[in-house]
């Protein structure tokens, strides 16, 4: 039997999986799979992500409380995870008006709650149907029933001697010594060529092949005793939630493309030379003119 029971003892530094909160888990030390897409790039690129955190936007917000309603209900609720912005405001004048940003009540409300996630409710209840669909799914159930939820995972890099760090959805373990990882996306109401696009778009090779690494490290055990799955949540209703899961070949490649940006970001941080200038051409329909 493995153990990937997450310990809640932690000091920045130590290997292993760990019960962490977000924000703690954001000040470790270590490249996440999102630094290493950026350092396959730039390696440069890491050091800016790192001083200028992206800001969420309000789509990304809605798969940020859905994941919280779905992994830690305990800290899923108005006035919690999020507010509901009101539908109407009572004026100076005691008329009840739509609501309106530009109004200095409604200014008022918005600057009391600027710390908050703010929704209408719509939005709500888009976020709790999704989390009503990932749990009525029967693999979902039983992922969540037999899995450990938000697993932050620390190990050494042993080609670079670099700290890695990755943060796992959900971690469960198999009747045959092997393990699951799971990572919820949050996705509109999308086809399989869709997905592909998505997947190829935004890396999620390098994703899979970084978490897959971490288990393995952690563990002591094969990758092929890791297994990965992707599960999609539309924000769309019915919001038929899909599991997939990289076939071979792909797989390869985002471990190819994970040994690539590391090796990028250990060479620029050993020499201090942290970008290059690249050069380009443009198409042929511009060349041929």
């Known amino acids: 039997m493995l153990n ?11 290997i292993g999986f760990f019960d962490l909160d977000e924000k703690t888990y954001r000040r470790a030390s ?21 001083r200028c955190p992206m800001v969420a936007t309000s789509a990304m917000e809605c ?3 859905a994941h919280c309603l779905i992994l830690e209900p305990h800290l899923y609720g108005e006035g919690k ?6 539908k109407t405001y009572t004026n100076g004048k005691g008329e009840v008006k739509p609501f309106n940003a530009n109004s200095t009540e409604c200014k008022a409300w918005l600057e009391a709650n600027e710390d908050m996630l703010i929704l209408s409710a719509k939005d709500q209840r888009t976020v709790e ?25 620390f190990w050494m890099d042993a080609e670079s001697g670099l700290m890695m760090k990755s943060r796992f959805d959900i971690l469960a373990e198999n009747d045959d010594d092997s393990i ?46 890791v297994r990965f799955i992707h599960a999609s949540i539309p924000d769309k209703a019915p919001h038929c939630v899909s599991f997939r899961q990289m076939l071979p070949t792909t797989m390869r490649k985002g471990e190819e493309l994970m040994r690539k940006a590391i ?27």
Not at 264 to 280: D, L, R
Request: proline content about 4%; charged content about 20%.
């Open 129 to 153: 149907n999704m989390a009503d669909a990932f749990k009525f799914h029967p693999l979902g159930k039983t992922l969540l029933d037999n899995g450990h939820t938000e697993v932050s995972c």
């Open 81 to 86: 995870s999020h507010v509901c912005r009101p």
């Open 30 to 50: 270590g490249l996440s799979q999102s630094l290493l897409k950026l350092a396959l790039h730039d390696p440069f690129h890491v050091l800016q992500a790192q």
């Open 263 to 289: 090796t990028k970001y250990a060479e620029a941080k050993h020499t201090g030379v942290w970008t290059t200038i690249q050069g380009f051409d443009c198409p042929d329909y511009y060349l041929n003119r």
């Open 180 to 225: 699951t990882i799971v990572d919820l996306k949050k996705v509109g109401q999308e086809s399989e060529h869709d997905f592909i696009r998505s997947c190829c778009d935004l890396e999620y090779p390098i994703q899979n092949a970084v978490y897959r690494a971490g288990a393995s490290q952690v563990l002591d055990i094969s990758l092929d005793k």
């Open 63 to 65: 798969g940020t409380l």
């Open 4 to 14: 990937i029971q997450p310990a809640k003892d932690w000091t920045d530094g130590a």
